[in-house]
């Protein structure tokens, strides 16, 4: 009897938050790539910098200061190119788990609602 009872309990609760646990993974995935992405980007920029840096320690006189300056050009080009990138990986992985988060919905609505 008690077995039966726990069971069926068990049972009920599994269908009861199965969503909470679909909808934790959808979010667990959404938030590990914008880490992955953030530690991307970080670890970019930050070569940059440190590229920027080496750059400008190596200015001695005139002509590596003209040299260094004709560098700044590609240099924000490529910061410019990196950060239209980010920007672009970014939207596609929100666009993603919207896009992820509206079927769940759609889903658990559907099942919700009876059918007339």
Same mark, same amino acid.
């Given at each position: 009897?008690?077995? $039966?009872? !726990? &069971?069926? !309990?068990? *049972?009920?609760? @599994? ?11 959808? !979010?667990? &995935?959404?938030? *590990?790539?914008? /880490? @992955? ?8 920029? +930050? ?10 320690? *190596?200015?001695?006189?005139? @002509?590596?200061?003209?040299? !260094? ?5 590609? /240099?924000? /080009?490529?910061? +410019?190119?990196?950060?239209? $990138?980010? +920007?672009?990986?970014?939207? +596609? ?6 896009? *992820? %988060? $509206? $079927?769940? %919905? ?6 919700? /609602?009876?059918?007339?």
């Amino acid at each position: 009897m008690y077995t $039966e009872m !726990f &069971k069926s !309990f068990s *049972e009920q609760t @599994e269908k009861t938050l199965a969503p909470y646990a679909k909808f934790n993974k959808v !979010f667990a &995935k959404n938030v *590990e790539q914008l /880490t @992955e992405l953030q530690l991307s980007a970080v670890r970019a920029y +930050s070569d940059l910098g440190l590229n920027q840096l080496k750059a400008v320690s *190596e200015v001695k006189d005139i @002509e590596s200061l003209t040299a !260094f300056n004709g560098q700044q050009l590609e /240099t924000l /080009t490529k910061l +410019s190119q990196q950060l239209l $990138e980010d +920007s672009n990986k970014f939207s +596609s992985v929100a666009q993603g788990f919207k896009t *992820e %988060v $509206e $079927e769940f %919905v759609a889903q658990n609505v559907k099942q919700a /609602t009876p059918a007339i």
